[in-house]
């Protein structure tokens, strides 16, 4: 049920299924097909108690780590950690290139639904969605042009004035 949820996720959002390549120079995006959603497994379970929360904390860093290529994908991953029999631990991965804080959010809402209902045998509860990412960053494109544009450059170019040019 969880693998199936975290599947039916990526096939929703076009964003969790977009990879970047380099095209001359400039990034592209690709939207890939949906083809479910790699669960990796790790049981800790028979590891004594002190060593399971060490083994817990580096399988957690090990993720934190780990790089994503951009230009193959895929971009969001997830490891479930067994700890007993009844309980695990999801780690779930994104780059920040195709979540943020708020869709983090929507993330968990529709993890929590849908796990709800295909742990139930029941049909996906959620509706479909009416745009996606792409759709917006386009209508937003088309609407941050001309002297919108010009306006909101000279506002940010001034309130940035004078910070660091990279950042450590």
């Not at 969790?16 to 592209?28: M, W």
């Not at 780590?65 to 009844?86: K, M, N, V, Y």
């Not at 996606?132 to 306006?151: I, T």
């Amino acid at each position: 049920a969880l693998e199936r949820a975290l599947a039916r996720i990526v096939e929703r959002h076009e964003a969790l299924r977009t990879r970047f390549e380099d095209v001359e120079g400039e990034p592209e995006q690709r939207i890939e097909a949906a083809v479910g959603f790699a669960l990796r497994r790790v049981d800790l379970s028979a590891l004594p108690m002190q060593s399971r929360e060490t083994a817990l904390e580096a399988q957690m860093r090990e993720e934190a780590q780990s790089r994503f290529d951009l230009s193959r994908g895929p971009l969001i991953r997830g490891r479930l950690l067994r700890l007993e029999a009844e309980e695990h631990v999801l780690l779930v991965t994104q780059h920040h290139i195709v979540s943020d804080g708020w869709s983090l959010g929507v993330l968990v809402e529709e993890l929590r639904a849908l796990y709800a209902a295909f742990a139930q045998g029941l049909d996906d509860p959620l509706p479909p969605l009416p745009v996606q990412y792409a759709d917006y960053a386009l209508w937003q494109r088309g609407w941050l042009s001309g002297a919108r544009w010009e306006a909101q450059s000279r506002y940010w170019r001034e309130q940035l004035r004078g910070a660091p040019e990279l950042l450590a």
